[in-house]
């Protein structure tokens, strides 16, 4: 993976924090503190929208979705 350098702000206190976790050999360095910090917030929002994005989903659509050809699947399947 190929990395760029980026200049932030942040709070003293929240770096001072990063640093203790850095001092406590929690991460390697500051920046993959903040790459991990950044990689899981990331994934975390993308896993919000998903699960806001289902909930408008009708339940009864949903169903329609899941059942939608298994009519015709059930008569080609395989006899065991």
């Known amino acids: 993976m190929t990395t760029t350098k980026v200049a932030v702000t942040i709070d003293s206190a929240l770096l001072a924090q990063i640093d203790q976790l850095v001092a406590r050999q929690i991460f390697p360095n500051r920046s993959k503190a903040v790459q991990i910090a950044l990689q899981?917030?990331?994934?975390?929002?993308?896993?919000?929208r998903l699960?806001?994005?289902?909930?408008?989903?009708?339940?009864?659509?949903?169903?329609?979705?899941?059942?939608?050809?298994l009519a015709e699947e059930l008569t080609t399947w395989p006899a065991y």
């Open 40 to 48: 899981a917030t990331i994934a975390r929002v993308q896993r919000t």
């Open 51 to 69: 699960a806001r994005e289902s909930a408008k989903l009708l339940p009864a659509d949903e169903q329609a979705l899941a059942d939608e050809g």
